[in-house]
Nanobody, 114 residues
Framework: QVQLAESGGGLVQPGGTLRLSCGVS????????MAWYRQAPGRQRELVAS???????SYANFVKGRFTISRDNAKNALYLQMHSLEPEDTAIYFC????????WGQGTQVTVST
């Protein structure tokens, strides 16, 4: 069974930066679009950013210019570089393959607060 393992979250002050990582245990990683999602308390899970197998990226309006998604197919790894973090970015962040929707991992908590 394919497993997703997110890491890199933490507590950061407004305006700070974090880099999230996602490891994927699948030989098909390099052939599929991958994405980051987030779920804030009391809210539905939402798409943050995606990157195709060929490296084409797409972002939700609320993170454009602040977040950068990237992937390393040789390492089966997905990344999310986050800058200028805001309290509204506080959420659990998850990775997944939107065209397949694998079983969700545990996610990684990002808290933006003073």
């Amino acid at each position: 069974q394919v497993q997703l393992a997110e890491s890199g979250g933490g507590l950061v002050q407004p305006g700070g930066t974090l880099r999230l990582s996602c490891g994927v245990s699948s030989i098909f990683f390099g052939y599929t679009t991958m994405a980051w999602y987030r779920q804030a308390p009391g809210r539905q899970r939402e798409l943050v950013a995606s990157v195709s197998s060929g490296g084409i990226t797409s972002y939700a309006n609320f993170v454009k210019g602040r977040f950068t998604i990237s992937r390393d197919n040789a390492k089966n790894a997905l990344y999310l570089q986050m800058h200028s973090l805001e309290p509204e970015d506080t959420a659990i962040y998850f990775c997944n393959a939107p065209n397949t929707m694998l079983p969700w991992g545990q996610g990684t908590q990002v808290t933006v607060s003073t």
